[in-house]
């Protein structure tokens, strides 16, 4: 399960927040750890670009496994959004993406929360 908080750096006002262009979530669970019950989550940032896509991914707060932090990254990169908007212009925004390695199941949505 994976929900995205953005921000934009320095600016007062409102903005149309990115909006994820799929549903699916291009994530893949490390198999050796599933297959021995690990679990995990790892906190991500991630610059949402003017054109939608992932342009840089930075780990905030590692799960603890080099695996799922790995695939937490590199899932991150391929993640395309419509863009983020402001007085009608697109732009970039920041956003932090917790990616949940869970073998429980749970629906894959990908929300966006304004940060606080």
């Known amino acids: 399960m994976m929900s995205v908080t953005t921000a934009a ?3 007062d006002a409102e903005i ?3 909006q994820p262009l799929s549903a699916e979530i291009p994530i893949e669970y490390p198999l050796h750890l ?3 019950d690990m679990e995990g989550e790892t906190l991500l940032r991630v610059r949402v670009g003017d054109t939608g ?3 840089s991914v930075e780990v905030i707060q590692s799960s ?3 695996s799922f932090d790995s ?3 590199d899932g991150a990169r391929r993640l395309r959004f419509s863009p983020a908007r402001q ?7 920041w956003a932090q993406v917790p990616v949940r390695f869970s073998k429980r199941p749970r629906p894959d949505t990908l929300g ?5």
């Open 53 to 55: 896509g992932v342009n």
């Open 34 to 36: 599933w297959d021995q």
């Open 64 to 66: 603890g496994h080099l």
């Open 9 to 11: 750096c320095g600016v």
């Open 71 to 73: 695939a937490a990254v």
């Open 16 to 18: 149309e927040q990115p």
């Open 87 to 93: 007085d009608g212009k697109r732009i970039e925004v």
């Open 112 to 116: 966006i929360e304004p940060n606080p």
